[in-house]
């Protein structure tokens, strides 16, 4: 019996588009076994699981572009806060230069006062100074006048040479007089 | 000098036929004959739950082995059947997409497995109570979401076509959604499985007969042309079997969608 004869042995010539029913029913069984394991048990995890790595995939991108967000607007932050510190710095040294300039000109100021107020001084002491040999001056020339006078009187003006000879002498006790004068003061 | 002479045999009686698709019950339960495709089609189940069982049972964040597979499974069938057909209803219909397409698929590829040998969809029992339920489906949705009447005024008069047009088309029409598409569904996957079956066979008995059975100086380069052609066909049979199984699901999510919605 060849092995064509065995395949074409049973030529019962059933229509093949007529199902046989106890294979439908055996079919479906085994079908809704698959549609409920399938279905109701094994799909849902893989979904869920698809859906968690969806998630955590752009949860880590979005937390990569979040970092780099801050990162970014730290950066801005920390040249603005530096142009400031600069500016600041800027601003201090030109009040500090202002100051400088000010305290100069104050400290000049007061020692030209200070200058004009010594003077001034100086120059009031010497007229005091003056004023107290004038009036010094002022007795003694009188007083000296009059001996002066007494003498050149008593010796009677008999000649020209005796008079000078007088007032060689006068000038001479009077040079002698304040020598001494200074002598003892 | 005529083909019996050069071949020495004719084929009339013994080329294989609609008796490949014709099994003899293996043993009973009761009074139901148990046949090979009943075995196949329970195996079937068994392979889909347990494959997917490995993969997806404990489904890890980083996915390892049988999830890496499935998840390419999973994701051909969403993105490939489900999303272009469904839209933003894909995900909600995936839990029985993804059953319809692993099933179909399967039943299909055993035609090819050793000792299995014979595509379960060649039934047409199979593609049929299938078919079915999608059908009741898309009806079932078409009521629900657009109302009895609405669903039928839906795909009979769509709008904006001359009106002399309409009692030819709502007859077309209605003909076509109601009763021809379960047929064709059903059909299409059954009639290929059924097709490439035969053929496949016949190759293969051309090859035995030839080279074993009857060796004769003519008919060994037959024979040879015919193992060639068994394993041309096998191959073939491989393409068409996910082919066919990607169909039929494609045009379950169509279905499916042109319940939801009726602009399609």
Known sequence: ?185 | MSAQHLLAKTFSDEAPGLGLFDWKPIFYIGSVGITKPMILVLLVGLIVVAFFWAAFAKPKLVPRGAQNVGEVLYVFVREQIARPMLGKDAEKWMRLLVPIFFFVWIGNLMSIIPFAQFPVNSKIAFPLFLAVMIWFLMIGLGIKHQGFFGYFKNFMFPPGLPIFIYPLLAAIEFVSTIFVRPFTHAVRLFANMFAGHLLVALFCVVGYHFLVEQVTPLGVPVGILGVILTIAMTVFELFVQAVQAYVFTLLAAFYISSGLHADH
């Open chain 1, 1 to 185: 019996m060849s092995l064509a004869t065995i395949v074409a042995a049973s030529e019962a010539n059933k229509n093949p588009l007529l199902p046989d029913m106890a294979e439908m029913t055996i079919g479906i069984f085994s079908f809704l076994v698959v549609l409920f394991f399938l279905g109701k048990v094994l799909l849902p995890r893989i979904e869920k699981t698809l859906a968690e790595r969806t998630d955590l995939i752009e949860g880590g991108l979005k937390r990569a572009d979040d970092a780099q967000a801050e990162a970014a607007s730290t950066l801005e932050q920390y040249r603005a806060q530096l142009a400031e510190a600069r500016h600041e710095a800027a601003r201090l040294r030109e009040e500090a230069r202002e100051q400088g300039a000010q305290i100069l000109a104050e400290m000049r100021e007061q020692a030209q006062a200070e200058a004009r107020r010594l003077v001034e001084a100086a120059h009031v002491q010497i007229e005091a100074e003056r004023l107290q040999a004038v009036a010094q001056l002022r007795a003694e020339v009188g007083s000296i006048s009059v001996e002066l006078a007494g003498r050149v009187v008593g010796e009677s003006l008999e000649d020209e040479a005796r008079q000078r000879r007088i007032v060689d002498r006068f000038l001479e006790e009077l040079e002698q007089r304040s020598a001494a004068e200074q002598v003892t003061s």
